[in-house]
């Protein structure tokens, strides 16, 4: 079974920047997307980018283009999500996942499989 541990979170201004980083373990071969979702209490947990860790095509919600970006390393067991400029709508709770279905759109939940256990991310004004 896939193991995903996200670390990186933290407290930032707005702004500010943040790296997040998952390492995925045990990870099988259909494991070849991986991508992170954020998630405010009491509302749906919201695609914000995901990464093919094979051929590297990347996807970013509309909300995050142009200040958020995927990538990984080389050997395609970490993922990170670079974050810039920062803003206190992006407080969230962060969780990063991996294996999706291919009948599902990514930035759906329920099209993931295995997930981390999350690490927040709080922007003040």
């Known amino acids: 079974q896939v193991q995903l541990v996200e670390s990186g979170g933290g407290s930032v201004q707005t702004g500010g920047s943040l790296r997040l980083s998952c390492a995925r373990f045990?990870?099988?071969?259909?494991?070849?997307?991986m991508a992170w979702f954020r998630q405010i209490p009491g509302k749906a947990r919201e695609g914000v980018a995901a990464?093919?860790?094979?051929?590297?095509?990347?996807l970013h919600a509309d909300s995050v283009k142009g200040r958020f970006a995927i990538s990984h390393d080389n050997s395609g067991n970490t993922v990170y999500l670079q974050m810039s400029g920062l803003k206190p709508e992006d407080t969230a709770m962060y969780y990063c996942?991996?294996?999706?279905?291919?009948?599902?759109?990514?930035?759906?939940?329920?099209?993931?499989?295995?997930w981390g256990q999350g690490t927040q991310v709080t922007v003040s004004s």
């Open positions: 996942t991996a294996e999706k279905s291919p009948l599902i759109s990514w930035n759906v939940s329920y099209a993931w499989t295995y």
């Open positions: 045990k990870y099988n071969s259909g494991t070849n997307w």
């Open positions: 990464i093919n860790i094979v051929d590297g095509t990347t």
